[in-house]
């Protein structure tokens, strides 16, 4: 996911995928070779490629993206409806205010489109932002300090812990996974990884001449990659690891 608030021609900028996410849902029919292309293709643009199970990308991007996006909209337009009766709503509108509501800026267009096709999971997101909300309301009409406190201190570590961008080449480590040409290998390694937090920053398939065979090779996190092979391991695939040289 890369861009801005920004049109056309005029909005685009040269390091847009840098430091994005761009996420790949390979399913049991998917090529390995061509897998591994769109991956490389991704990385050399600077983005951080996740592999996601194709109806866990749907509901991840409903939180992250889809319902942020109808919450600034909406927002935006109870303070302009305010503005009506109050005309220095806006005027007073500040940093957090105008950070919030950014991407309520963008192009309305495509977003009947996204909510139509990602129904299901937004308004599931939507239900349990509304409940949230509601829980919300409850505490500052209850004037319970407690709960909002605790709900507010939880943001703010959430907000911390936010993944910063990729490792420099001496904290990578290369996994090499012997995997057999068999329907699903290469969605159930990738997908094992990003569920174990694990990034992988360039993925190779090496085939082998001699069968129906061949070897998964990925770049991660020097730091997790034992913990990606033990995981591999328990699954019955014989990975390896090692550093880059």
Do not use: K
Request: hydrophobic share 45%.
């Amino acid at each position: 996911m890369a861009g801005s608030e920004q049109e056309g021609v005029a909005g685009s900028e040269a390091d847009m995928f840098s430091g994005a996410v761009w996420v790949l849902t390979p399913t049991a029919s998917t090529d390995p070779d061509a897998y591994a292309t769109v991956h490389s293709v991704a990385t050399s643009l600077g983005a951080e490629v996740v592999t996601l199970d194709p109806a866990e990308h749907d509901q991840v991007v409903a939180v992250i993206s889809h319902v942020p996006h109808l919450t600034a909209a909406t927002l935006m337009r109870l303070a302009s409806s305010s503005a009506a009766e109050h005309g220095t709503v806006l005027r007073l509108a500040a940093g957090g205010f105008r950070d919030m509501t950014r991407i309520a800026s963008g192009h309305p267009g495509i977003w009947p489109d996204i909510c139509a096709e990602n129904r299901s999971a937004i308004v599931s997101v939507l239900d349990e932002l509304i409940s949230e909300l509601s829980r919300v309301r409850n505490a500052v009409d209850g004037s319970d300090r407690a709960e909002l406190l605790s709900g507010l201190e939880g943001a703010r570590e959430g907000r911390r812990n936010l993944p910063t961008t990729a490792l420099p080449a001496d904290e990578l480590a290369e996994v090499r996974v012997p995997v057999s040409d068999e329907p699903g290998q290469l969605a159930a390694v990738t997908t094992t990884a990003t569920d174990l937090g694990v990034n992988i920053y360039d993925i190779e398939m090496a085939h082998s001449a001699e069968g129906p065979r061949g070897v998964m090779i990925l770049v991660v996190d020097a730091a997790r990659a034992e913990h990606l092979v033990a995981r591999l391991d328990e699954l019955g695939y014989r990975s390896s690891v090692r550093g880059l040289q």
